[in-house]
Structure formats: C-alpha cells, structure tokens
C-alpha cells in the first residue's frame, strides 16, 4: 500500500523526498558522531540538559540543514549527466 502510495507521487516530488530524507540521516549520523565523541564539549553539555529540549532541538535543526542542503545540491545537479 506504502509502495502504491509512493508511486502515485510525482517524479519530482519522489526526487525531493528522497534527497531530504538522505540528508536528514546523514545530518543524523553526523550529529550523533560529534556527540559520541564529544567534540566541543558537546555530548557533556546534553546530558546536563534534564528535560530533553536542547537535544531535541539541536537534532531538529542539524537534520532540517543537512536535509535542505542535499535537497538542494541535487536539484542543482539534475541537468548534469
């Protein structure tokens, strides 16, 4: 049913979906890399955050940027072969 669904979409959108989505994973595994390692301090300055928000957050916004810029390269690349 997904797959139907899927496929109904428009080319372009299916195109779109695709990129973000693998921009937003990347942005993701990114993340979660600096965290693991804390780099900058950065997985020390998480777990201080009680309620969640900071993560939330800063996962949100690494994922909405990494996901527009994958979006965005590829669209600037569909003329090329």
């Known amino acids: 049913?997904?797959?139907r669904l899927w496929m109904q979409l428009p080319k372009l959108v299916r195109f779109m979906l695709t990129h973000i989505a693998n921009g937003?994973?990347?942005g993701c595994?990114?993340?979660?890399?600096?965290?693991?390692?804390d780099v900058w301090g950065l997985g020390t300055s998480l777990q201080k955050d009680e309620s969640g928000l900071a993560t939330f957050v800063l996962f949100f916004q690494t994922?909405?940027?990494?996901?527009?810029?994958?979006m965005g390269i590829a669209v600037m690349h569909l003329g090329e072969d």
């Open 1 to 3: 049913m997904i797959r």
């Open 24 to 26: 937003m994973v990347l």
């Open 29 to 37: 595994a990114f993340l979660f890399g600096m965290i693991w390692l």
């Open 63 to 70: 994922a909405l940027t990494f996901g527009a810029v994958s």
